[in-house]
């Protein structure tokens, strides 16, 4: 069966780095573009990020271009979140997410890594 | 970006009735090129991540109970839930996924038993 499992949360504090894994298993990994989607504590989703099946095409939400960055490393069947300059605003669950074929609706997620910005 | 906006954002029914939820989209989703409309449905229950109900605005994802059913085209979408039951309170979002990047989603509409 389909899994996703994310890891590298924490605390850190602002102006800080992280970097977030999900590993997936169950499907052909390398096939499927991936996403990342956030959710603040007690609000709703952010889409965060979303690399393509090779990793060329990548895209970012406005509040992360510049700092975070997508990755993908098809040979271990995993999905990378490099996050940069952390701010206090990025303090989220951060769920990778596969999307259905063909459609960008997110038919698997993870159980979510909580990272929490904090001085 | 197109933003999506869900109604009401909280929302009580009584056990066995019907719960409608809307959802409208500052732009058109529907893709004129295949008819189709790109918008789904989550429902997402505390401490869980979110979980695909619907897709392509009617399209229940397999395993999804058939008293959820989505409904709409272009700017106007609604998901209802034809007979409440205890196990669907819970918190649902609408989303996009026609004019990319970036994907957008609903505020989310809460939903009780009455």
Redesign the interface.
Known sequence: QVQLVESGGGVVQPGGSLRLSCAASGFTFSIYGM?WVRQAPGK????VA?TRYDGINK????SVKGRFTISRDNSKNTLYLQMNSLRAEDTAVY?CAKP?AA?????Y????TLVTVSS | DIVMTQSPDSLAVSLGERATINCKSSQSVLYSSNNKN?L?W?QQKPGQ????LI??ASTR?SGVPDRFSGSGSGTDFTLTISSLQAEDVAVY?C?Q?HS?????????TRLEIK
């Open positions: 996403h709703g989703l952010e889409w979303f895209n970012y939400a406005d769920y259905v459609a960008n609706a997110f038919d997620w993870g159980q979510g | 790109y789904a989550y991540p979110p979980k695909l897709y392509w994802e979002y989303q996924y990319t990047p970036p994907i957008t989603f609903g505020q989310g």
